[in-house]
């Protein structure tokens, strides 16, 4: 099957590898030019946990209308593994394409915001834990096995994510599939919020965190703030600290995504996690002060 990637980064190329191995054709969607080119001409570079080179062959095209072209009609289904500010964008481009629809991205409102450009049955979200690192234009490092769940927007309505799940199980990738998506959503934003936004500010890994004894109060409150915030959605998430500190211990070599972009210079996913709770408190008359100030001091780092 022919399945468009937008969104050619770390999780995006790892796919696209992990999709040729399974006898599928990835197409990757690139916002620049370069990419495209560097795709066409060498192909994508996974280095595996080993050290492996794996080199695939790959099509890719650019993220803009005229380049597209007919591109996007023959394609059997499409994974967006953008960032949230781009999800909009992304979702535009497959409106008039009746074909399933998986979002593995980080943040909270990726599924809100597809839902208002594609039909919601469409639609799946996903969650993965594998690691994995972006290096120059068309290399993914593998760094290591994860866990990624999958779930339909409406499970009541269709069964898209058993789809996904048989589909990335072709390719060697299990998969969880889950009644409950938006809960397991909820559930990594308390992570997200409890510990990327801390490691950006302080420029540490995350197992630095807990070292910080006075930075630890401040985590909490910002996860303590984004739980009673879910709860007024009616997602019931309980001793989500106890777990933030619990990946930073198990993560504790790693530099979160934002403190990637962070020192990259590029715009971070604040938005989709203080910025969230923020919005979605204001609308339950709940305070969230440490999610606000976390939002505006990370913003104030963006380029």
């Known amino acids: 099957m022919k399945i468009a990637i937008i969104g050619p980064g770390a999780i995006g190329r790892l796919l696209a590898w992990l999709l040729v191995r399974g006898g599928h054709q990835p197409l990757l969607i690139c916002r620049r030019q ?3 080119d560097a795709f066409l001409q060498n192909g994508l570079t996974c280095v595996d946990v080993d050290g492996t080179e794996h080199h695939v062959t790959v099509e890719a095209s650019l993220n803009q209308p005229l380049s597209l072209g007919d591109a996007l009609a023959d394609i059997d289904a499409a994974i967006i593994t953008v960032k949230s500010y781009d999800t909009r964008a992304a979702g535009a481009l497959l409106t008039d394409l009746a074909v399933p629809v998986l979002s593995l991205q980080n943040g909270l409102g990726n599924g809100e915001t597809l839902a208002e ?3 919601p049955k469409r639609i799946a979200l996903g969650l993965t834990t594998h690691g994995a690192t972006a290096v120059g234009d068309t290399t993914v490092l593998y760094k290591g096995q994860g866990q990624t769940i999958i779930g339909d927007w409406l499970p009541s309505v269709t069964q898209h994510a058993h789809w996904w799940a048989d589909l990335l199980a072709g390719c060697g990738h299990t998969v969880t599939v889950s009644d409950s998506i938006r809960t397991e959503v909820w559930r990594k934003a308390m992570v997200n919020i409890g510990i990327n936004p801390f490691t950006a500010l302080l420029r540490v890994a995350n197992g ?6 006075s930075v630890l109060p401040v985590m909490q409150a910002a996860v303590e703030e984004a739980e009673a915030v879910a709860a007024t959605l009616g997602i019931d998430l309980q001793d989500s600290f106890t777990r933030v500190l619990e990946v930073c211990r198990q993560t504790a070599a790693n530099r979160s995504s934002m403190l990637q972009d962070i020192e990259q210079g590029r715009i971070t996913e604040i938005e989709a996690l203080c910025g969230t709770i923020v919005q ?7 305070q969230t002060p440490t999610n606000w100030s976390l939002l505006q001091l990370i913003k104030a780092l963006h380029p």
Do not use: H, M, W
């Open 280 to 286: 979605q408190g204001a609308k339950a008359s709940i």
């Open 117 to 119: 450009r594609l039909q």
């Open 34 to 36: 370069e990419q495209v």
């Open 208 to 213: 630095e965190l807990l070292k910080r004894e």
